[in-house]
């Protein structure tokens, strides 16, 4: 995955959350999202958007070892699973 | 043919407060106002018993309806008044019915009472029984963690009895099923613990296969979306609902201003939400095609249409 797709899919990732947050707001993109003032039905909000835009699914498992909580973190993993999912 | 002429319901007047738990969950007043929804969560007195509930929301039945003979009475319920026997037994005893009534439990949650429906018309349809009543009351108040914001914010507590006979108000049409029984511990009671809730995997789910079945639904009952006077889906949560509603009207657009939330100061009374919706229905606006969707538990999504014959 080169380094334009990884700012493209950070990018939609931040509209996500803008759109679920209702802002536009500047997102620190590897702090928590929790700290920056999504609570933690925001972010259930967020993750089902991800897996609608992108086609993917998320894992319950990840999400409690809080593999979801930034934006940089939400990028790679959906970076990976579409890697893996071309192979 | 067996349908639906009436619905009694019973909400008790004790009111626990959401608003009053926020320091105690760090949460903040828009958290419980614009995602739960639920502002006040009703709750039973502590010797009131499941077989109680139904009883009052019986009585509140006779009110309005001449029930005559009653054949049969079906209770959902996950939360009996004992593990044996079955509380509609006590039911019928409370209620003084006669020997010759049938009385049994069935065990689901949230899509309970989509399934009561149609188990109690089919036990009716098959036995030649001309009325019956289906009752749901799951008193969740008694399982709850009162640390768990998980569910502590949630579940209220209600009972709601639906009469089924051969002069219906509302024809029941066939009704579409899913069941993720892998899932089946994202809720969950273990032996005498407290009620579990992994809500990502039920929101999840949920959120994945609602549409679906109302879509399934609506084609097996030849039904076009613009048919559709009003869509009752399950009030699991406000933020489950407008999640569930947002997906919809991508489908059916059609559904705009067609799925109501009104639980806002009486909390997801599990497989009570539905017929408690249902009843102001059938009293006041007199729709004439309602889609009705269950979800949770199991997990298990239930989807039928009750159409006005009346």
């Known amino acids: 995955m080169n380094k334009v797709t990884s700012d493209s899919i950070k990018d939609k990732v931040v509209k996500i959350v803008q759109k679920v947050k209702k802002n536009n707001h500047n997102y620190v993109l590897n702090a928590h999202l929790t700290s920056q003032g999504a609570d933690s039905l925001d972010m259930f909000d967020i993750l089902i958007s991800i897996q609608d835009t992108f086609s993917i699914n998320i894992d319950i498992d990840q999400i409690e070892e809080d593999e979801w909580s930034t934006i940089e973190k939400m990028a790679n993993n959906i970076i990976n699973i579409l890697g893996n999912s071309d192979t | ?310």
């Open chain 2, 1 to 310: 043919m067996i349908g639906i002429e009436g619905i009694g319901s019973y909400l008790p007047d004790t009111m626990e407060s959401n608003l009053e738990k926020l320091n105690k969950f760090s949460i903040n007043k828009n958290f419980v106002t614009d995602k739960i929804g639920f502002l006040n969560l009703r709750r039973k007195a502590p010797y009131e018993t499941t077989s109680d509930l139904a009883s009052r929301a019986f009585s509140n039945l006779v009110e309005s309806y001449d029930l005559g003979d009653i054949e049969c009475i079906c209770l959902c319920t996950q939360n009996g008044d004992h593990l044996i026997p079955q509380t509609a037994s006590i039911i019928q005893h409370k209620l003084g019915l006669p020997h010759s009534c049938a009385a049994f439990d069935i065990s689901m949650s949230c899509s309970g009472y989509v399934y009561g429906l149609h188990i109690a018309k089919a036990f009716m349809d098959s036995n030649g029984f001309k009325r019956g009543l289906f009752f749901t009351a799951d008193p969740y108040s008694g399982i709850l963690s009162k640390y768990d914001k998980n569910t502590n914010l949630l579940f209220g507590d209600a009972a709601t009895v639906t009469l089924l006979t051969n002069k219906p108000a509302y024809e029941i049409k066939k009704a579409d099923f899913i069941t993720c029984g892998q899932k089946y511990g994202a809720l969950m009671r273990k032996e005498s613990s407290t009620l579990e809730m992994d809500g990502w995997g039920i929101l999840n789910f949920c959120s994945e296969n609602a549409v679906s079945s109302i879509k399934n639904c609506l084609k097996k009952n030849a039904l076009s979306p613009k048919s559709v006077d009003l869509v009752l889906l399950h009030q699991a949560s406000k933020f489950i609902v407008d999640m569930i509603s947002k997906k919809t009207l991508k489908a059916f657009p059609d559904f705009q201003g067609k799925i109501p939330f009104e639980a806002k100061n009486i909390g997801n009374t599990v497989s009570s939400t539905i017929p408690l919706l249902l009843r102001n229905i059938i009293k006041v606006s007199k729709e004439k095609s309602v889609v009705l969707c269950g979800f949770g538990g199991g997990l298990s999504i239930a989807t039928t249409v009750v159409e006005r014959v009346t």
